[in-house]
């Protein structure tokens, strides 16, 4: 048994990015105490970018979250909904892909900016929830609780101590840092040999989209890929994942000649709506992906990581917030069913640990999925297939991507269904190529047997 739960002493939350944010606001309409340390100036008033991607996919795990703590309503007018991939070939040609059998269904483009503030700003409504900006958490002692922090305006450290540690500051959490020096502690992390840079492509002169804006775009060229995302002001942001280092790398691309040619070559429709690539693509970052994977989440009653500090996955199935909403969903509801921390932790690890790895691994496939795949034609004909599937034995067969982005079931068990999936399709897919000659009652007999339910 570990420290009972209680509203009289403060809960430190690290981090006042999207988990911590929205964490807080948890915690906040239950009534706790919750002092939350974060190493940047306040977003909403400081004009600093919110780091990583402008913006991102919301999907159902998020947007569960978002009820739950009231803010639907004002989310969806923030969402641009996109209902499909639409693939950009090297000769401009498009195709639409519809993410659900009969293209209605959609994950949203959300500004990651304006959700973070959105967020601080409902926790800051409770007098019980104190932000501090400019103090980044240096290390946390897991056998006493004691955060140590260092105001990062005048570089002095201080300690803090609460009931209980929340850590979310992020993939390079220092919470976790400190976690990994206690017994038992597994830790793993692996850089993508990718990396990525953010471009944009700017509104019409009437402040519309240049290209069709309820659609992730993608131009996929085997081993790199450009995608990009509509934003509410007419805008896309653009993203250009790319060898980090090597012949045709980030590296390698050193002057504007050799960017154009590539763009000229490979993205030539998209060369054209982006009217400063050389401003662009010189001053914008590049970034790293990587993926990391830890376990436990906890440590004892002293401290429990969620969002990107427990696990850091690529983002190619849009789910590392979404993810790190539902964790704070779960932890949420964890701390309703315990009445001290170690439980609600263990009960929480329970929980999440497996499915954080199951997403991290299919973020993964999903990124040589939208890499290599989605231009292949026998990929092709087996995504037909697979809707086919769908529209015929709804509830029945339900693909990897739908369970993933429109159900709350766990990860778990979408990595599961995508393998036997994955089976069923190929199946189904030898000896054809048309979508007509699918044999259904095969497809039936598949389903019946290797479908667990
Ligand atoms: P963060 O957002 O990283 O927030 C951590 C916070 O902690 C920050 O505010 C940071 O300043 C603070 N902090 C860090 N260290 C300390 C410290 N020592 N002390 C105090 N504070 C600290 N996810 C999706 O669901 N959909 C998408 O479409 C999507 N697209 C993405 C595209 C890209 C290119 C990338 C890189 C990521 C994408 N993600 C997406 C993933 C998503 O950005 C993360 O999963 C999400 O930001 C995790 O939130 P977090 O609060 O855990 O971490």
Redesign the pocket.
């Known amino acids: 048994m570990g420290r009972k739960i209680n509203k009289e002493e403060p809960i430190i939350l ?7 944010s929205l964490m807080a606001l948890y915690l906040a309409k239950k009534g706790f105490l919750v002092d939350v ?4 100036p306040d977003l909403r008033a400081a004009d600093i970018s919110s ?3 402008i913006n ?3 999907s159902a795990r ?1 947007l569960n979250a978002m009820k739950e703590v009231g803010l639907d309503n004002e989310v969806a007018e923030m969402c641009i909904p996109m209902r499909g991939r639409i693939i950009h070939d090297r000769n401009g040609n498009t195709e639409f892909q519809p993410y659900s059998k009969d293209g209605t269904t959609a994950i949203n483009s959300i500004s ?1 900016g304006d959700l973070n503030c959105l967020l601080m700003d409902e926790a800051d409504k409770f007098n019980t929830i104190k932000f501090n900006f400019q ?4 290390a946390v002692d897991m056998k006493t609780g004691l955060a140590l922090i260092r105001d990062e305006t005048n570089h002095q450290t201080f300690e803090v101590t609460g009931q209980t540690v929340i850590a ?7 919470a976790r840092n400190s976690m990994m020096k206690m017994p038992r502690f597994n830790f793993s992390q692996s850089y993508l040999s990718h990396s ?1 840079k953010e471009l944009s492509f700017p509104p019409t002169i009437n402040g519309g989209w240049q290209i069709e804006k309820n659609a992730l775009h993608i131009w996929p060229r085997g081993h790199f890929m450009l995608i990009a995302l509509p934003n509410l002001d007419g805008s896309f942001t653009v ?1 250009l994942f790319y060898p980090h280092k090597g012949h045709n790398s980030f590296a390698s691309l050193d002057n504007p000649e050799k960017v154009r040619k590539l763009f000229i070559e490979e993205f030539p429709d998209a060369l054209e709506l982006i009217p400063d690539l050389d401003k662009e693509y010189f001053e914008n970052p590049v ?1 790293d ?1 990587l993926t990391i994977k830890c376990d436990p989440w906890h440590y004892e009653d002293r401290c429990v990581l ?4 427990a696990h850091a ?1 690529v ?1 190619f199935y ?7 909403f539902e964790d704070c969903s779960v932890l949420n509801a964890c701390i309703d069913q315990e009445s001290d921390w170690t439980s609600t932790f263990e009960r929480y690890g329970s929980l999440r640990v497996k499915n954080g790895h199951a997403i991290a691994d299919m973020a993964i496939d999903n990124y040589y999925e939208m890499r290599d795949r989605v231009d292949d034609e026998d990929w092709k004909l087996r995504k037909k297939i697979e809707h086919k599937l769908e529209r015929e034995y709804p509830g029945k067969y339900i693909s990897r991507y739908e369970l993933i982005s429109f159900t709350h079931r766990p990860y778990a068990e979408a990595l599961e269904r995508g393998i036997i999936n994955d089976r069923i399709l190929r199946k189904l897919a030898e000896g054809i190529d048309s979508i007509d000659n699918v044999d259904l009652t095969l497809a039936e007999d598949l389903m019946s047997r290797l479908l667990p339910f």
Do not use: H, W
């Open positions: 690290l981090g006042a990015g999207l988990a911590g340390y974060e190493r940047r780091g990583r991607s991102l996919a919301i998020g990651r103090k980044r958490c240096i979310s500051d992020g993939a390079f959490s220092l990525y993203t970034g992906l969620v969002g990107d500090s996955i983002p849009g789910q590392g917030m979404n993810a790190a």
